[in-house]
């Protein structure tokens, strides 16, 4: 079992192994990316051989990844998507229980688990979503769900911040999310080894214990159990007619009750607000750790001026 870290020391980032009540830091650049794609085991045995060592308490954790290659957040918890289509006045479409569905999200957008998070500018709404990513160690092309595990190098805790306002306006045009979600993801602080995670999360009960708050109001309290669609159905998905490469992250979309909307159609508006800016949130899942971050105020959204023209209703009108 090995789990991977990112510290920052100050003046550049380290990367290590987490060693009991320690860290030991592999020498040279902190980048993830370095040890994957089979690099992990000798680079973990290196770090632990004749590494420098730091306390745990100590940790100073950075994003994992400052950039992933790709981003795929896929909708894999029942609760969760019926409870929002149930309270929208809709049902879970029937395409969710034939394949597997996700997204692509902003590389650009990952932060640290302990950065702050603005508001996205113009965005009244503004929510956490937890989720389980999933890293992917060794690329592959149309993977088999039998060897998928193989390809996944350890699994992360995931924040998709969300402005739930712009989301949905958005998409009443038939794309996106787009700004609803491009302000920022939260990576961290750790990546476990697969072996890890693989009892809370095994198809026989294993349980995940996630918890969210708000300024340390208990929001979010949940047994996390596996997900309809099993990261090794969704990675060998996301493969089909195409590569993914080391560094890629699975989202596995967000866990029941693991988000303020969620809580909302459940409880009513009254119970659960939007965060504000000011606020604290923390989000805690077992071996996975913690992520913590405050809410500061959105960007002005810039006026974007008048639209460029309606070539096409013109051409039309005039025949």
Same mark, same amino acid.
């Given at each position: 079992?090995?789990?991977?870290?990112?510290? +920052?020391?100050? /003046?550049? %980032?380290?990367?290590?192994?987490? =060693?009991? *009540? !320690?860290? #030991? $830091?592999?020498? @040279?650049?902190? +980048?993830?990316? /370095?040890? %994957?794609?089979?690099?992990?085991? =000798?680079? *973990? !045995?290196? #770090? $632990?051989?004749? @590494?420098?060592?730091?306390?745990?308490?100590? %940790?100073?954790?950075?994003?994992?990844?400052?950039?992933?290659?790709?981003?795929?957040?896929?909708?894999?918890?029942?609760?969760?998507?019926?409870?929002?289509?149930?309270?929208?006045?809709?049902?879970?479409?029937?395409?969710?229980?034939?394949?597997?569905?996700?997204?692509?999200?902003?590389?650009?957008?990952?932060?640290?688990?302990?950065?702050?998070?603005?508001?996205?500018?113009?965005?009244?709404?503004?929510?956490?979503?937890?989720?389980?990513?999933?890293?992917?160690?060794?690329?592959?092309?149309?993977?088999?769900?039998?060897?998928?595990?193989?390809?996944?190098?350890?699994?992360?805790?995931?924040?998709?911040?969300?402005?739930?306002?712009?989301?949905?306006?958005?998409?009443?045009?038939?794309?996106?999310?787009?700004?609803?979600?491009?302000?920022?993801?939260?990576?961290?602080?750790?990546?476990?080894?697969?072996?890890?995670?693989?009892?809370?999360?095994?198809?026989?009960?294993?349980?995940?214990?996630?918890?969210?708050?708000?300024?340390?109001?208990?929001?979010?309290?949940?047994?996390?159990?596996?997900?309809?669609?099993?990261?090794?159905?969704?990675?060998?998905?996301?493969?089909?007619?195409?590569?993914?490469?080391?560094?890629?992250?699975?989202?596995?979309?967000?866990?029941?009750?693991?988000?303020?909307?969620?809580?909302?159609?459940?409880?009513?508006?009254?119970?659960?607000?939007?965060?504000?800016?000011?606020?604290?949130?923390?989000?805690?899942?077992?071996?996975?750790?913690?992520?913590?971050?405050?809410?500061?105020?959105?960007?002005?959204?810039?006026?974007?001026?008048?639209?460029?023209?309606?070539?096409?209703?013109?051409?039309?009108?005039?025949?």
């Amino acid at each position: 079992m090995v789990s991977w870290v990112r510290h +920052d020391d100050g /003046r550049q %980032l380290r990367l290590g192994v987490l =060693a009991g *009540a !320690q860290v #030991a $830091l592999l020498e @040279g650049p902190g +980048d993830l990316l /370095r040890v %994957l794609d089979g690099r992990a085991e =000798a680079s *973990a !045995q290196e #770090a $632990l051989t004749s @590494g420098d060592r730091i306390p745990l308490t100590g %940790l100073r954790p950075a994003a994992l990844l400052e950039t992933p290659p790709s981003i795929r957040d896929f909708m894999s918890f029942e609760q969760h998507v019926h409870t929002l289509r149930t309270a929208r006045g809709s049902s879970v479409p029937p395409l969710w229980y034939e394949q597997p569905t996700f997204y692509f999200s902003n590389p650009g957008a990952v932060v640290g688990p302990r950065a702050d998070v603005a508001v996205s500018p113009g965005s009244a709404q503004f929510d956490y979503e937890i989720e389980i990513g999933a890293v992917i160690g060794t690329g592959g092309r149309d993977i088999e769900v039998g060897q998928a595990a193989r390809h996944i190098a350890g699994f992360t805790l995931f924040c998709d911040w969300s402005a739930r306002d712009l989301q949905l306006a958005e998409m009443t045009v038939g794309l996106g999310p787009a700004k609803g979600k491009d302000g920022a993801i939260s990576l961290g602080p750790v990546l476990v080894s697969p072996d890890e995670l693989a009892g809370h999360l095994a198809d026989n009960g294993g349980l995940l214990h996630v918890t969210g708050s708000v300024n340390g109001i208990v929001r979010t309290d949940v047994q996390v159990r596996a997900p309809h669609w099993s990261f090794d159905q969704m990675v060998a998905y996301a493969s089909r007619g195409t590569a993914l490469r080391p560094g890629d992250v699975i989202g596995s979309g967000t866990v029941g009750t693991g988000c303020l909307s969620e809580l909302r159609a459940t409880g009513g508006p009254e119970s659960t607000p939007w965060l504000q800016p000011g606020d604290l949130v923390r989000i805690e899942a077992g071996p996975l750790g913690v992520i913590e971050s405050r809410i500061t105020e959105p960007a002005p959204v810039r006026d974007l001026g008048p639209a460029a023209g309606a070539w096409f209703a013109r051409s039309a009108a005039d025949g």
